[in-house]
């Protein structure tokens, strides 16, 4: 059983039984050029956490860590786009319009594509979710269980969109969430800091937090 000493108290997992969630660092919303940087958001802040999400997938992948990645996108119909999903926004920037890399959060679009560093390897699942949580309409809780997965350790975009939905959807499954700090980042510094203030209160209500360091430095 490994140890790490995270907020609020120490959390612990077996990593036979843990796997690594990689949510939505998908060209979009990562890179300049993209839909992200359209909408008038700094994509830098979200770039610059590429480097310890790689870290970490190498992490897990050396610790034989289940890995699983999402990407936030919808059919090229829309047909799984709920209506209010599609009709918010900037008419030019909705879902399925064409934007700077393709149709926005359409798969199979360029910019819908898992940003080249941290490219899944063969073997690790990509779930393609059409919510922000991704547990919602995917197969993901199925495919954990299967896995025998009780505890998850989370990264990605945004943190207080995709990260905490899918962290609160977790958690009233039943899993036991680490949301990794330096792997994870929003455009709003500040909903950053109170998603992980809010996730880690009252007694890790929603789950625990802790940079990488302090998780490498747990097996
Ligand atoms: C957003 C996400 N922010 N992955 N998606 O729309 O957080």
Redesign the pocket.
Known sequence: MAEVAAQPYPYRFEPRSTALLV??MQRD?VEPGGFGEALGNDVGRLSAIVPTVRALLDWARRHAITVLHTR?GHRPDLADCPPAKQRRGDPALRIGAKGPMGRILVDGEPGNDIVPALAPLAGEPVIVKPG?GAFWATPLDEMLRWRGVTHLILAG??TE???QTTMREANDRGYDCLLIEDATESYFPEFKRATLDMVRAQGAIVGWTAPFATLRASL
């Open positions: 949510i939505d919303f936030e922000k975009v945004t969109v995709c990260v």
